[in-house]
């Protein structure tokens, strides 16, 4: 198949076709992991979106259902250098190529992915469509210009689970076979009971807290503070998730209710809903932070920790208000807020993906500090 990117600004891309025949748009960023295309895929933060990635070999080691970080792929298309037809990995299921066709995400490939990279790091993200139907440039750059913008948009509800549902360690989700988590805990520690909001949560998110002996009780977007209270949960976790921070009011009415209640643990898009909750405001950055490299200071340590990132929005510092709220950590590369806590309340947060998949562990530790803050609580 021939394939066509073609971007709001007119700038087009032609390229070979993968994938699924098909035609879908979305707003473009880029991703500079150097691996985990499959967990990129399937990350429900990605929801809308369209995903260039910088790594120019996609695909060569097949897909597994142990690495899947949703119950589908939810990007909207994938761009990249080179994609394989076939894989090589004792761990392959299935090939990438059908595993997308399955599920309709068109591939292009061979496309010169620095030249696209540049051009939305100079001009910032922008919407665009792949596809495989159409070669007419001029109408699908009219089509890219008439989609729907990401700011103001709920997407979090969209991608949100409909039903509550337990998520424990014995959970076959949980048992990916890879032995790649082992207990945090001996096991002898109380279980705590976590209810975590669903705005679009990674399945290893889940992983890593029944690692420290919670079981978790997942539950939709729009769920009251007044119903997750009747649950009697030991803590409450606000998930990643995508578009933008801002329209979700009633997840920020919810932190407002339970701050002070139980203690709160915010990632991403949870740690955005928290900064507007407290009084803060957000903003939409140039071309986000998509990858697994970025160096982030925790200013109460010192230490300097590599993470795995995935937002188009942050939490604008200059609005918060520093006798209640402390910013506990910053991103090296631009300044920006990474985490923060409330002086008073057991509430804490962080812009990044700790649980990684795919990325680096050095920010696990955030886990142990939820789990020892519910502890703590639940002595008084």
């Known amino acids: 198949m021939q394939a066509i990117l073609a971007l709001e600004d007119g700038r087009t891309f032609r390229g070979q076709g993968f994938g699924a025949p098909a035609e879908r748009s979305g707003e473009v960023v880029f991703n500079t992991a150097l691996t985990g295309y499959q967990e990129i895929f399937t990350d429900p933060s990605y929801a809308g979106q369209i995903v260039v990635l910088t790594n120019p070999q996609i695909g060569n080691y097949g897909t597994t259902p142990s690495d899947d970080e949703g119950k589908r792929p939810y990007i909207e298309g994938l761009v990249t250098r080179e994609f394989s037809p076939i894989s090589s990995n004792w761990r392959s299921t299935q090939v990438t190529d059908e595993y997308l066709e399955k599920y309709n995400v068109p591939v292009i490939a061979d496309v010169d992915t620095r030249a696209i990279v540049r051009h939305l790091r100079n001009n910032g993200v922008m919407r665009g469509v792949i596809s495989t139907a159409s070669q007419d440039a001029d109408a699908l750059v009219a089509k890219a210009r ?124 949870g740690h955005q809903i928290f900064g507007l909750a407290l009084g803060g405001k957000t903003y939409k950055l140039k071309f986000g932070h998509h990858g697994a490299n970025h160096p982030i200071k925790n200013l109460e340590t010192g230490k300097v920790e590599i993470t795995s990132q995935n937002h188009n929005y942050a939490v604008d510092p200059e609005t918060l208000d520093t006798s209640a709220i402390e910013v506990t950590h910053v991103n090296l590369n631009d300044q920006t807020v990474a985490g923060l806590k409330h002086k008073e309340h057991p509430l804490f947060s962080v812009q990044y993906h700790p649980e990684a998949s795919p990325g680096p562990h050095d920010s696990h530790y955030l886990f142990k500090d939820f789990r020892k803050m519910m502890e703590h609580y639940k002595k008084k």
Do not use: W
């Not at 998520?167 to 949980?174: H, I, K, L, V, Y």
């Not at 976590?194 to 729009?222: H, S, W």
């Open 146 to 269: 008439a989609i729907r913008k990401m700011d103001g948009t709920d997407l979090a509800s969209v991608v949100s689970t409909k039903e509550r549902y337990e998520f424990s360690s014995a959970d076959p989700r949980n048992e990916t076979g890879d032995a790649l988590l082992p207990p945090s805990l001996s096991g002898n520690e109380t279980q705590m009971h976590v209810v975590a909001y669903d705005f679009g949560i990674k399945q290893n998110i889940l992983r890593m807290l029944t690692r420290e002996n919670c079981r978790v009780t997942v539950v939709p977007a729009q769920t009251t503070a007044a119903e997750v209270l009747a649950m009697n949960p030991d803590g409450v976790f606000f998930s990643n998730g995508p578009g933008d921070p801002e329209p979700l009011d009633y997840a920020q009415q919810n932190v407002r209710e339970l701050a002070g209640k139980t203690p709160l643990f915010g990632i991403c898009l």
